[in-house]
C-alpha cells in the first residue's frame, strides 16, 4: 500500500485558487497511491473566522470532483476532517469516501452539532460511539466528576444518543454500523445493539450491526 501527504502553499483568502492547485496535486498523487490525504482547511486559506460558511457539504462540486478522482484512480481521499466536541483539543471524526460507498467515523464527543448533520447524512458505513447506558453509569462505581464528564456536551455518547443520531442521519443507503468505544464498566455489548437496531427499524432500515471489542478485531468493512 502507498500513501501519500500532499502539501501545498495555501492561498490566504482564495478558495478558487486554493481548489485548482489542490486538485492539480490531488490527480498528480492519485495515479501512483493508494490513499491520498489532504491537509485540513486547505480550500479555506485558513480563513478561521468563516470556516462553517467555507466549509464543503458532501454534495458540492468539489467533493464530488474529488470523488471522480478517487473512482477514475482506483484509490482512497482523506479529504478533511469534523470537528468533534470532547475535553481534548482538536478532537476530530472522518467521513471517507472512496468514489463509490462512504463511511463515517465519529467517536469521542458528547454530541454531534447541528451544521455538521448535513455532512454526515446517506453514509453506507459508519463507525460511530455508543459509550454508555447512562442508568448503568449512574448505578456504577464512578465518582461524580467523573459520571458528570461522560454525560457533559465534552464526554461521550449514550447509547440512546448513538441511535437518535441515527436516525437522523441513515437512509436506505446504508449497509453496516459498527458501535464503537463502549464501555467495560457502563455498557453492555447486547443492550447498545438492542438499543441501535429498534431505532434503525422504526425506519425500516435493517444494517448489519457490530460492535468494536477492546481486546479483538471486528469484522472488516469489504463490500
Given amino acids: 500500500m502507498k500513501l ?18 489542490g486538485l492539480e496535486l490531488l490527480r498528480q498523487a492519485a495515479k501512483e497511491h493508494d490513499i491520498v490525504v489532504l491537509p485540513e482547511v486547505w480550500p479555506t486559506g485558513y480563513s478561521l473566522g468563516h470556516l462553517q460558511q467555507e466549509a464543503e457539504t458532501f454534495d458540492s462540486s468539489l467533493i464530488k470532483d474529488i470523488c471522480q478522482i478517487a473512482k477514475e484512480n482506483e484509490c482512497s481521499i482523506l479529504a478533511g476532517s469534523i470537528p468533534m466536541s470532547h475535553d481534548v483539543a482538536n478532537g476530530v471524526g472522518y467521513l471517507i469516501h472512496d468514489g463509490k460507498e462512504s463511511l463515517l467515523y465519529l467517536t469521542d464527543t458528547g454530541y454531534v452539532k447541528k451544521d455538521i448533520i448535513p455532512l454526515i447524512c446517506n453514509c453506507n458505513h459508519y463507525i460511530i460511539e455508543a459509550n454508555h447506558n447512562v ?28 441511535a437518535n443520531y441515527l436516525k437522523e442521519i441513515a437512509s436506505s ?13 457502563c455498557n453492555k455489548p447486547e443492550v447498545a445493539y438492542q438499543v441501535t437496531s429498534c431505532a434503525l427499524e422504526e425506519l425500516n432500515l435493517h444494517p448489519t450491526i457490530l460492535i468494536a471489542k477492546q481486546d479483538e478485531a471486528v469484522e472488516v468493512i469489504n463490500d
Avoid: F, T
Avoid at 449512574?138 to 464528564?149: D, I, N, T, V
Avoid at 453496516?176 to 463502549?182: G, I, M, T
Fill in 4 to 21: 501519500a501527504l500532499v502539501q501545498l502553499q495555501v492561498l490566504e483568502k482564495n478558495k478558487a485558487g486554493n481548489v485548482a492547485h
Fill in 135 to 162: 442508568e448503568l453509569l449512574m448505578h456504577g462505581r464512578y465518582p461524580s466528576w467523573l459520571k458528570q464528564r461522560i454525560l457533559s456536551d465534552k464526554g461521550h455518547l449514550s447509547n440512546e444518543q448513538c
Fill in 173 to 185: 443507503k446504508l449497509e453496516k454500523v459498527v458501535l464503537a468505544h463502549l464501555s467495560e464498566e
